[in-house]
């Protein structure tokens, strides 16, 4: 792939083996790291790790057209993870409603990426959706994915405390984003991508930056 042929492992300046073996001491150093957590946080630490560099590089994503869907439950696991070692109760709807956001997110995101560079992920060999479905289906389920994302956003007061700021940072926020959603489909081909795969990217931080700011408001009210 042109997009990726630079980078260390395809130019060759780092080796298959040296790789192979970093990888090994960190992923040993990291599993030391999160036993001293708990059990649970382990447990997920691993999960993360074999689903994505095993079941998602290694199988889904060089087989199947939706390899993002399974492919972003490794990608939304570290805000669990975090999460659990945060309260250590998995059961808890708030850890589970901050995995969705992110998991919700992944598609469009992913999407928008691939439908840019398809050229490349066909040479590679990939049959990413815009390759084996084509752009028209690609955007299609862009626009499905990023509606259900949008509407999640919204929904925070369900699962946290919410005030002012939570409410109105989390209403302009998918207004906004379905505004560049409208822009893209308009013009899908021109600049307008790069905007809206900025603002799907940015929206995921605000999104959780607003229910930080409020978390913190209604905490400091308290104490006041």
Same mark, same amino acid.
């Given at each position: ?40 946080? =382990? @447990?997920?630490?691993? $999960?993360?790790?074999? &689903?994505?560099?095993? /079941?998602? *590089? ?56 691939a439908l840019k560079y398809s050229n490349d992920y066909d040479q590679g060999g990939f049959p990413t959706l815009p390759v084996a479905k084509g752009p028209h289906v690609t955007r299609f389920q862009i626009t499905l994915w990023? =509606? @259900?994302?949008?509407? $999640?956003?919204?929904? &925070?007061?369900?699962? /946290?405390? *919410? ?14 984003l379905l505004f560049e959603l409208y822009r893209f489909l308009q013009q899908p081909q021109q600049k307008t991508w790069l905007r809206f795969f900025l603002s799907i990217n940015f929206s995921m931080i605000m999104y959780l ?16």
């Amino acid at each position: 792939m042109d997009r990726t042929k630079n980078r260390p492992l395809p130019s060759g300046r780092v080796s298959m083996g040296f790789a192979s073996y970093l990888t090994g001491v960190l992923f040993i150093i990291g599993c030391l790291f999160l036993a001293q957590v708990s059990i649970s946080v =382990l @447990a997920l630490g691993i $999960l993360a790790v074999i &689903s994505y560099n095993g /079941f998602y *590089t290694l199988w889904w994503k060089r087989k199947m057209a939706f390899a993002a869907i399974p492919g972003a439950i490794p990608g939304a696991l570290p805000i669990l993870i975090g999460f659990q070692a945060a309260t250590n109760n998995l059961r808890d709807p708030r850890g589970w409603y901050l995995f969705a956001i992110l998991f919700f997110w992944q598609m469009p995101h992913f999407w928008v990426l691939a439908l840019k560079y398809s050229n490349d992920y066909d040479q590679g060999g990939f049959p990413t959706l815009p390759v084996a479905k084509g752009p028209h289906v690609t955007r299609f389920q862009i626009t499905l994915w990023c =509606l @259900a994302y949008a509407g $999640l956003g919204l929904l &925070s007061a369900l699962f /946290f405390p *919410t005030g002012i700021i939570g409410l109105l940072g989390s209403l302009i926020i998918s207004i906004w984003l379905l505004f560049e959603l409208y822009r893209f489909l308009q013009q899908p081909q021109q600049k307008t991508w790069l905007r809206f795969f900025l603002s799907i990217n940015f929206s995921m931080i605000m999104y959780l930056a607003v229910i930080s700011a409020d978390l913190w408001s209604i905490y400091l009210q308290s104490k006041s």
